[in-house]
């Protein structure tokens, strides 16, 4: 499996997945997820309509799949990271399950290459060097992964993508 961090617009990689990072309704949002519901068009805010009317909403730590879209991608990975408070009510464990979960997804539909956005890193106020270092160690650990062919870490901004590529250099 290749770990590979990209400096990129994440609605514009050609992979069999681009993973989300949602808010719990999946009616899309600010940050990736807006950018992935304007880029992909409104099936994937119809589809995502359906699957919250199903489950009532996407608990922060879980993931679903859509179909893409427009996107160039053929699917997306929905998951809802947490919301920073300190580091003492569980974020670490929620993060690692929003990449656990989306590596089962991909597994589970026989994906063989994902980009993931840095999921909680916005808005959401995870601290940017925790919520890599989580990425990494996650990503690394999950025996899906052996299936996998290329894992993207697809950071919008310098500061990110800078973290990615000391991290996987000290490994």
Same mark, same amino acid.
């Given at each position: 499996?290749?770990?590979?961090? +990209?400096? =990129?617009?994440?609605?514009? /990689?050609?992979?069999?997945? $681009?993973?989300?990072?949602?808010? *719990?309704?999946?009616? %899309? #949002?600010?940050?990736?997820?807006?950018?992935?519901?304007?880029?992909?068009?409104?099936?994937?805010?119809?589809?995502?309509?359906?699957?919250?009317?199903?489950?009532?909403?996407?608990?922060?730590?879980?993931? +679903?799949? =859509?179909?893409?879209?427009? /996107?160039?991608?053929?699917? $997306?990975?929905?998951?809802?990271? *947490?919301?920073?408070? %300190? #580091?003492?009510?569980?974020?670490?464990?929620?993060?690692?399950?929003?990449?656990?979960?989306?590596?089962?997804?991909?597994?589970?539909?026989?994906?063989?290459?994902?980009?993931?956005?840095?999921?909680?890193?916005?808005?959401?106020?995870?601290?940017?060097?925790?919520?890599?270092?989580?990425?990494?160690?996650?990503?690394?650990?999950?025996?899906?992964?052996?299936?996998?062919?290329?894992?993207?870490?697809?950071?919008?901004?310098?500061?990110?993508?800078?973290?990615?590529?000391?991290?996987?250099?000290?490994?």
């Amino acid at each position: 499996m290749e770990l590979t961090p +990209v400096r =990129t617009d994440i609605t514009k /990689l050609k992979v069999d997945a $681009v993973v989300n990072a949602a808010n *719990p309704s999946l009616m %899309g #949002g600010g940050g990736v997820d807006g950018a992935i519901h304007r880029a992909g068009g409104p099936d994937i805010l119809a589809e995502c309509g359906a699957i919250i009317d199903r489950i009532g909403r996407c608990e922060p730590g879980q993931a +679903v799949i =859509t179909h893409a879209g427009r /996107l160039p991608a053929r699917f $997306v990975i929905h998951t809802v990271g *947490p919301v920073w408070r %300190g #580091g003492g009510e569980g974020e670490e464990h929620v993060l690692a399950c929003c990449y656990q979960a989306s590596l089962q997804l991909c597994f589970e539909n026989g994906l063989r290459s994902v980009a993931f956005p840095n999921i909680s890193t916005g808005i959401y106020g995870y601290p940017k060097q925790a919520a890599a270092k989580t990425a990494i160690e996650t990503i690394k650990a999950a025996a899906v992964c052996d299936q996998m062919e290329a894992i993207f870490l697809c950071c919008f901004d310098w500061e990110n993508f800078q973290i990615y590529q000391e991290l996987l250099r000290v490994e």
